[in-house]
């Protein structure tokens, strides 16, 4: 299917292919520029602490007795895919090769050092691209966990997420990102590209890499493990951990600032852009953290924390395309539109009735498209031009780049997880769901709330009262009104 768009694409002119370039002089240590390094490596610790911003987030939303689980699924990555980026990884998703595969040649980081590359960023050491790189390649495949948290196995998440990155995470990093210099013999240099970026697909720091592809990943996968133990579309679960939501919100976006704003690095890395990107970030989250928080009031007639706190992350979602490519004021367009349609999409779960736990379609999946349909209407920067600045073609270009990325994606997808559904299963055993995953999977506990709670349900008033008895402090006390609310 994929190819056969490719072949359409090219005959009918969008795919540009690449071109004679005037050749770049050779790269050398003393082209390295402190500041644009310096924030390259600044933004890449921002965007590294978004995955245990993401674990907070998603772990706060499910049941106590599942919590470390969640988190696990998140943290797990930032073991494996260091692992997975180094070997091969990053040479599959940036090396030269083809305008659709990568090749080898960086495999083990071969010849990726402190030298700068002319293709990724002429002032910052290649090795500072990698590992900027690497934390997107980190948090990508850890957003698909929320939509098959709370029932699927951990060992099958674990090979999953491993041949997701390898077959489309870093294939959609390839096609929409890569560009490599050909020297040739005669003198003359040619200029190969993905071949996404090559028919003009505007994606500046993964509305379509990251999101849409985790969003429609996490739904074929919730379709393929099957639903929660007494899930009903109908009564949403009530939240385990709220503080661990508005934890989880605040680092993802004190991140997302590294993520888009350290996208910049091709450019320069601490430039304009790099600024334009930070504002345009924050102002689309704060509009659809509003608009969410309004809608909520309106029709639930609660200002819900778990609802603001998800309507930042759809507004930095969907900006997250375009958010070096427009001016500030139009962020707001994003929030506000990003919020509202993802919205009213969660209005579909009860029609769609598929379980898909913490919502990543609705806020990654829908959040992504729109965000980088929108980048095709908005766009006015030197990466590209969208239709009201006199370029309509921009339209028809970013929606085919969306199917693409969804067919890519989904079909991938459905194609692993089948492989281990018939090899050694997806999805947990119902007792072990029943009596907690975090105890019966990972042996641990992330309080002894419970067991408290189930302890004293089983005693009388009078039994219980020594127990709680006990429990008080027996030196001088300090009243602290907050520690006695549950007695």
Not at 59 to 76: A, C, D, H, R, Y
Not at 214 to 222: E, R
Not at 441 to 447: A, I, P, T
Request: charge should be neutral; charged fraction near 10%; include cysteine.
């Amino acid at each position: 299917m994929v190819v056969s768009v490719v072949v359409l694409l090219s005959l009918i002119g969008y795919v540009r292919g690449g071109g004679v370039v005037p050749c770049p002089k050779s790269p050398s240590v003393d082209d390295i520029d402190p500041g644009d390094t310096a924030w390259l490596v600044f933004a890449s610790a921002l965007v590294l602490l978004m995955t245990p911003g993401l674990a907070f987030f998603y772990g706060g939303l499910v049941k106590s007795k599942n919590i470390l689980n969640t988190l696990m699924l998140s943290f797990s990555a930032m073991g494996l895919i260091v692992l997975h980026w180094v070997l091969f990884g990053y040479s599959f998703a940036f090396a030269p090769g083809s305008s659709i595969f990568g090749s080898f040649k960086w495999g083990g980081l071969y010849k990726v050092g402190v030298l700068p590359s002319v293709d990724y960023g002429p002032t910052i050491p290649h090795i500072a691209h990698m590992n900027f790189e690497l934390m997107f390649a980190i948090i990508t495949p850890a957003l698909i966990s929320g939509g098959i948290v709370e029932r699927v196995k951990f060992k099958s998440y674990i090979i999953f997420i491993f041949l997701w990155s390898t077959f489309v995470y870093d294939t959609m990093v390839h096609w929409m990102w890569s560009t490599w210099t050909e020297y040739r013999s005669d003198g003359t240099c040619y200029q190969h590209n993905g071949w996404l970026r090559d028919f003009g697909a505007l994606d500046y720091a993964g509305g379509m890499v990251i999101h849409v592809s985790s969003g429609f990943s996490a739904l074929v996968a919730a379709a393929m493990v099957g639903k929660r133990v007494g899930y009903d579309p109908k009564n949403a679960p009530i939240p385990g951990n709220v503080p661990f939501v508005l934890l989880g919100s605040a680092l993802l976006w004190f991140g997302w600032l590294g993520f888009n704003g350290g996208s910049a690095g091709k450019s320069g890395g601490a430039n304009g852009i790099a600024a334009i990107a930070l504002a345009n970030t924050s102002i689309s989250g704060a509009v659809a953290f509003l608009t969410w928080l309004l809608v909520d009031v309106a029709i639930r007639k609660q200002p819900s924390a778990v609802g603001a706190a998800t309507g930042a992350i759809i507004g930095l979602v969907c900006v997250t395309p375009a958010s070096g490519f427009i001016d500030p004021a139009y962020a707001i367009i994003f929030g506000f539109v990003g919020a509202g349609l993802s919205y009213l999409s969660m209005r579909l779960k009860k029609v769609i009735k598929l379980d898909d736990s913490l919502d990543v379609f609705y806020c990654h999946g829908v959040g992504g498209m729109v965000g980088s349909f929108m980048t095709g209407l908005f766009a006015n920067g030197d990466g590209g031009v969208g239709a009201f600045f006199g370029n309509p073609k921009q339209i028809g270009i970013q929606v085919a780049a969306i199917l693409i990325t969804i067919a890519l994606s989904t079909i991938l997808t459905a194609l692993i997880l089948l492989v281990l559904k018939k090899t050694i299963g997806l999805t947990l055993d119902s007792h072990i769901i029943e009596q907690g995953i975090d105890q019966q999977v990972h042996g641990e506990k992330h309080s002894m709330e419970d067991d408290i709670k189930e302890a004293l349900s089983q005693l009388t008033v009078q039994e219980a009262l020594p127990e709680l008895t006990n429990a008080l402090p027996t030196g001088p006390i300090h009243y602290r009104p907050w520690e006695f609310d549950n007695y």
